[in-house]
């Protein structure tokens, strides 16, 4: 036994699980903090504009455009552009968007239901920095 190892948490090869590499991917992009925050505010409000989505959350109008184009490629969002004058953009989740939203629940809520925890985790550990 190796420095480290624990029983049962090796990860697969490749034969085992042609897939888990791929994963990666995946999680990077749910698990991104924007990502995370758009889709709890999708499923909140249903259908958002740019710039509503972007006061909601205040991030800045190049990173919701990067995460917006991010997650519609990975089909858990669709845009829906109106021709009209001034341009119309709109945002709601997809079936695939609408199936993430109890893990983001769940992972909302612990951290809601752990935020004294950490805050003094963090400050024990400031403490003893």
């Known amino acids: ?18 897939d888990c590499k791929r994963i990666n991917g995946v ?30 959350l205040g991030i800045s109008q190049r990173m919701l455009s990067l995460t917006l184009k991010e997650l519609e490629r990975d089909g858990l969002v669709n845009r829906t552009y109106h021709p009209t004058i001034p341009p119309k953009v709109e945002y709601n989740l997809t079936p695939l968007g609408e199936s993430f939203r109890a893990p983001v629940a769940a992972l909302g809520y612990w951290a809601l239901e752990n935020l004294s925890a ?3 985790a963090r400050e024990a550990y400031d403490a003893s920095a």
């Open 27 to 56: 999680l990077s992009r749910v698990g991104d903090r924007w990502s995370v925050l758009v889709v709890i505010s999708l499923s909140q409000y249903g259908t958002l504009r740019f710039n509503e989505l972007k006061r909601n």
């Open 1 to 18: 036994m190796t420095l480290g190892y624990k029983k049962g948490t090796a990860m697969l090869d490749a034969e085992q699980c042609p």
């Open 118 to 120: 950490i805050d003094a």
